[in-house]
């Protein structure tokens, strides 16, 4: 992989090393995360929106006994198949995760030990040039 260096303010260098760091992940690894959603070809992402989320949904359901010992009764969110955020409001805790990790493919679902019968429909954010 080539390798090319941007230089930051250092204000907003701590500010990504700090958030980084929470994270458990390396500066450079946090941009590129953050990045490549943005500057992917026409079309790539949106190929990648369906397994991905199916991944997720999956995770949940994989998950499920133990998300009930712990959140149950509470929205969880999925993201890369473990919780990254769970609350009693689904929208503050779809907000909450769009400020973490930005327009990410994520799922959120109520923990109950009988999960309703739900359609599940992705969204596919497009940039128009």
């Known amino acids: 992989m080539r390798q090319n260096t941007i230089q930051l303010p250092p204000n907003l260098y701590e500010v990504l090393r700090r958030k980084a760091a929470a994270q458990q992940k390396s ?11 943005h500057l992917e070809a026409d079309g790539e992402r949106s190929r990648d929106v369906i397994p991905a989320f199916e991944r ?5 359901e994989a998950l499920k006994p133990s998300l009930l010992a712990q959140y149950e009764g509470q929205f969880v969110a999925i993201y890369r198949e473990e919780v990254v ?12 995760v769009r400020e973490m990790y930005g327009p ?15 359609v599940r429909m992705p ?7």
């Open 27 to 37: 500066p450079d690894s946090l941009v590129i995360e953050w990045l490549a959603p």
């Open 56 to 60: 997720e949904v999956a995770a949940f």
């Open 85 to 96: 955020a769970s609350g009693s409001d689904k929208l503050a805790l779809s907000r909450k």
């Open 104 to 118: 990410i493919i994520y799922y959120i679902e109520k923990v109950t030990a009988e999960t309703p019968r739900t």
């Open 123 to 129: 969204s596919v954010w497009t940039a128009k040039a």
